[in-house]
């Protein structure tokens, strides 16, 4: 739930400038201040600054975390950048998997990838990432194959439309399920 939205927006032929733009996602906090250029009313320039604190992020029967966040987004419709870091505060993988081996047996390709729809708004088209993940406390998955503490260290990179993840998930400690056994880490 969005509440407590604050700030000032000011609309002129030649930008929107947005100042100070404050408000709550459930109980996190966030900021955007900033200014996207325009010329014939279209954007030609944009370079914002988002902050979050606190800010929750769920996905439903899956995950749940909850976030701090500095990023710059900043450049023109043909190329933008997303910069900055994020720091986990907590979070939380719980959705089960099923993983049934038999039904694998015998098949000599993957399934194929879902199919996915390029963004093609200008700025986002165009946009790549630089946006680094660090931690405060070890990220947990419990589900039905893992009870695992993991410390992420990872850097999302790419674009937008094909974004790329590198680094490490140092799992701390914790248990496997496998086939009816169970492994400790």
Do not use: C
């Amino acid at each position: 739930r969005m509440h407590d939205l604050n700030g000032n927006i000011q609309v002129t032929p030649e930008a929107i400038v947005l100042d100070n733009i404050r408000g709550m996602l459930d109980t996190g906090s966030f900021q955007l201040s900033g200014a996207i250029g325009l010329k014939g009313y279209q954007a030609s320039r944009v370079k914002l600054k988002f902050r979050a604190d606190d800010f929750p992020v769920i996905i439903p029967d899956t995950l749940e975390t909850r976030l701090n966040a500095n990023l710059d987004i900043k450049g023109t419709p043909e190329k933008s950048l997303v910069s900055g870091d994020i720091q986990m505060i907590e979070g939380k993988y719980y959705k089960d998997i099923r993983l049934n081996l038999t039904e694998s047996l015998g098949k000599t390709s993957r399934e194929e990838a879902l199919a996915t729809t390029d963004i093609s708004w200008p700025f986002f088209k165009n946009m790549s990432l630089d946006i680094t993940t660090r931690y405060r406390e070890p990220f947990v998955i419990d589900n039905n194959m893992a009870l695992l503490a993991l410390k992420p260290d990872l850097r999302i990179y790419g674009s937008l439309n094909h974004p790329l993840i590198s680094g490490r998930a140092q799992v701390e400690s914790g248990t496997v399920y496998f086939q009816k056994k169970e492994f400790n880490v």
